[in-house]
């Protein structure tokens, strides 16, 4: 046996381990970003038509950012229980509260509009905070549950 001080206590800074991707973008980052988020979406388990959907919901939200909230933003993507979810903040002057309460999809002629529905439509949920100062908008796509591959029983 020995004299020896036990080890100091360590402090652990709790990491968002599940975070995939945090980002700042502007218009030149669209595509790369894009890009990103489908890979990350893919590799969290989201996969055909509902990875297909995600992404383009993601690709509305930011590409809004880049139009109509200040030509910049920041990207947040992690799965968190069971679900995937992104968050797209702006720097814009915020969205009115008669856009965001309108559900109706859009007429087929009308040319713009088509980004909050189509993400709201695309993904399982969606929050909106918008104000002076900004908007955030956070989607989220439920992630399918793994089965283990289970033995059968022995007789």
């Given at each position: 046996?020995?004299?020896a001080?036990?080890?100091a206590?360590?402090t ?8 995939l991707?945090?980002?700042a ?7 790369e970003?894009?890009?990103s ?8 388990g989201?996969?055909?038509?509902r990875?297909d959907?995600?992404?383009?919901a993601?690709?509305e939200?930011?590409t ?6 200040g030509?910049?933003?920041?990207l947040r ?8 979810v992104c ?6 002057h915020?969205?009115s ?8 999809r859009p007429?087929p ?30 989607i989220t ?13 022995e007789?």
């Open positions: 046996m020995t004299n001080e036990p080890p206590p360590r652990v800074v709790p990491i968002e381990p599940s975070l991707v945090a980002e973008f502007d218009q030149a980052q669209v595509t970003l894009r890009h988020v489908t890979s990350c979406a893919h590799a969290s989201l996969s055909g038509q990875l959907d995600f992404v383009l993601v690709n939200l930011i809004n950012a880049v139009r109509h909230g030509g910049r933003g920041w993507l992690w799965c968190a229980d069971g679900e995937l968050e797209v903040a702006d720097h814009g915020g969205i509260t008669q856009r965001l309460s309108e559900r109706n007429a002629d009308t040319a713009g509009g088509w980004g909050l529905w189509l993400a709201r439509e695309l993904s399982d949920t969606m929050a909106v905070e918008t104000g002076e100062a900004g908007t955030i908008v956070r796509a439920a992630l399918a549950v793994r089965q283990h591959a289970r033995r059968p029983a007789a």
